[in-house]
């Protein structure tokens, strides 16, 4: 699970990224992902990309292969599409 700044208990590896506003940070567990495992980055919603991106760039540093990436609603409007460089699918996806 990767998770906001905060929410998860023990120790945590983190990411700062810059947001159209300014910066978030994301941390994940140290212990979540074995060096070689196989992942695939669920998220809610992607809008700009930014937080997949990192979530993506964050489980990499902790040696897994992101295999694909996937939402439940997609703002295709926002081109968050274009930040994701594995194999990406939505559920549903607006267009404005």
Do not use: H, W
């Not at 994301?26 to 700009?48: M, W």
Request: proline share 3%; glycine share 12%; with cysteine.
């Amino acid at each position: 699970m990767v998770r906001k700044r905060g929410k998860l208990p023990g120790g945590t590896a983190r990411l700062t990224y810059d947001l159209e506003y300014g910066t978030d940070t994301i941390k994940i567990q140290e212990n979540a992902i074995t060096p070689g495992q196989r992942v695939v980055v669920l998220d809610d919603l992607v809008a700009t990309g930014g937080t997949m991106q990192a979530a993506i760039k964050l489980v990499r540093q902790r040696g897994g292969i992101v295999a694909g990436a996937g939402c439940i609603i997609e703002l295709t409007f926002l081109q968050g599409r274009s930040r994701v460089d594995v194999p990406f699918t939505s559920m549903v996806a607006y267009d404005s």
